[in-house]
């Protein structure tokens, strides 16, 4: 019999999760901390979650309050960007605190090298248990130096869908395709969802890895598409699914690449009740992702472990869910290349406080060392949000950037955004411009606008800065003479 998960219910659970830890709970682990043991990493990532989609970045509709709770209790950044809108490219920039050019990541069948040093290696160079808990997506299916990989894709012990496509074989089900129009609701119950699966597996580790410093990421496939409502989550939003502001100017200034992605996936053939409808159905699954990680953060409280762990909230990249016209991400605007990020640690860090100063998830792997009292590995291309975060820099003169290389096109492409202006730049197109400042929909394209060829050839110049584009470019070759 399937549980039914009332609005009602999903707010009663999640507020759960964001109650302090029981007292003998404290207690049984204050000697632990005074014996100065390293601060643990919870890692929480989602698959394509736009950072316009939780309540606590402002959206009306959208229910999130376990990640509401999070940035109470840290910090908010609201112009946080990934490396790569594409799964593999981002993932592996985030654990190897490089750009996705550094390390050969140009789309998702690219692996990394045996060779190349990530977080899990840095932290169990310390003495941590690293943990890798659901998606990573490490197309060799190798470990990359976690330690502990029970539950997850390729390289896990347990693969995360087994219990959800055991189910659907054992009724002769099958799930809907990728595409809007085909957005529904779930016929099986949320225990056999992969990310119910590994939520539990996280309680698991936490349990039993709780007596030494732990790293462990938790890797949600969801909200990634297909476009289907969780069992128990539909109804918090039935008839909710509103249509995104697209101009006729939105989609004259869409570049090739969007121009031929759209075409590819029929994207302009959405009727608006099918638009309403994925929409409808993507938050359902923002808020089923939201009440799991309440879970986590409800085990983390019982073992008295919350203020002695580092959280993090992140996505690998976004969703455009229907901006400027457009589905799934491979684009910088920032829906597509935007990523919520949400850092909460009190004993260190500020509480309740928005960060506007552009950063990426490249950054996340010295900034987690710095918290944890590390030295900071020489080689990473990311910086320490650290300074940022305790005032010690105002982050006016930040700056990050983001490639793409895959499909449709396949051209290079690399933005910069920098306190004020977004630069995307291509190497077969037109270059897009766009003043963060009085135009966050990004409706005007100012690259052609006289009155900004100066900042243009500032940022260009700044793009190109050793942005090795022509290794991608030897990949293509590599691979048609393959």
Known sequence: MQRKMTRRKFIGAAGVGLAGASLSGREAHAQRRREGRPPNVLFLMTDEHSPHYLSCYGHPIVQTPVLDGLARRGVRFTSAYCQNPICVPS????ITGKHPYEVGAWNNSCALDDDEPTIAHALNEQGYVTGALGKMHH????RHGFQVRTIGDKGADHQYRKALNEYLEAHNMKRAG??????????WPAE?????????????FLDEHRDKPFCVWVSFPKPHFPFIAPTGFADMYRGKGDLPRVTEQMIRNLPKHSVEYRKKYKMGE????????AREKYYSMVSFVDMLYGKVLDKLDELGLRDDTIIVYTSDHGEMLGEHGLWYKNCMFESGAGI??????????PQGITMDAPVGNIDLFPTLMELAGHKIPDALSGSSLVPLMT??????ERVTFADYYAHPLQIPQRMIRTARWKYWHFIGDEPHLYDMANDLEEERNLAADAKHKDVVAELRERVLDGWDYQAFQEYQKSRRKG
């Open 91 to 94: 993932r592996l920039s985030l």
């Open 139 to 142: 197309v060799d299916g190798k």
């Open 178 to 187: 990728r595409h809007p129009n085909e957005a529904c609701d779930a016929a």
């Open 192 to 204: 056999v969802e992969p990310e119910y699966v590994v939520a539990e597996q996280a309680v698991k």
């Open 270 to 277: 959405l009727t608006p009740s099918q638009i309403r409808l």
């Open 340 to 349: 919520p990020m949400i850092i909460s640690f009190p004993k260190r860090l």
């Open 391 to 396: 005032g010690k820099d105002d982050g006016s």
